[in-house]
């Protein structure tokens, strides 16, 4: 089975749709592997920080499936996808990797551009995930991470009350 990591994002009611988006993912897919919550300046636009956090589990559902399903969720949470990229969400579900597949179609990108790109990202899959390897790159997330210009950075690990 495929091992897949999702971003997870909010700023807007962050305390109630983290823990929530949470019991949803379990509920789909079963077991979580869970990340540090890291807390994030808005990237973008001026808005409140975010709370950014990475989960990882396997499914035999197909990746179609797999983003329907976080796109409900999303939706669950009052996501509209009429939102401007840079903006403040209630909840963000970011497909970041489907085992090592490479895919282009439509509006799906894996692994997904952004993961190098973002430390919210990168720096919670380095956490969870250091030794395993970006499947285009072929270098580990942990070493992308020590390589990752930290310069500016604003993100610090926090621990929410509702974080186990």
Partial sequence: MPEIFVSIGS???????????????RDAFGPLRVSSV???A???FEGD?????VVGFTTERPLADVAN???RIEADHGRTRESKKF??????????????????EGKLRLPRKELTEY????????????????????VSFRELWERYDKTGLQQVRIRPSWHS
């Fill in 42 to 44: 808005a990237v973008g």
């Fill in 119 to 138: 430390a919210f990202m990168l720096e919670p899959l380095a956490e969870i995930a250091p030794d395993l390897k970006h499947p285009v790159l072929g």
């Fill in 87 to 104: 903006s403040a969400r209630t909840l963000d579900l970011d497909l970041l990797l489907y085992g090592d597949a490479v895919v282009s």
């Fill in 11 to 25: 700023n807007v009611d962050r305390d109630r749709h983290i823990p929530s988006a949470l019991t949803a993912l």
């Fill in 69 to 71: 399903e976080l796109a």
């Fill in 49 to 53: 920080p975010f709370y950014n956090l």
């Fill in 38 to 40: 890291y807390e994030t």
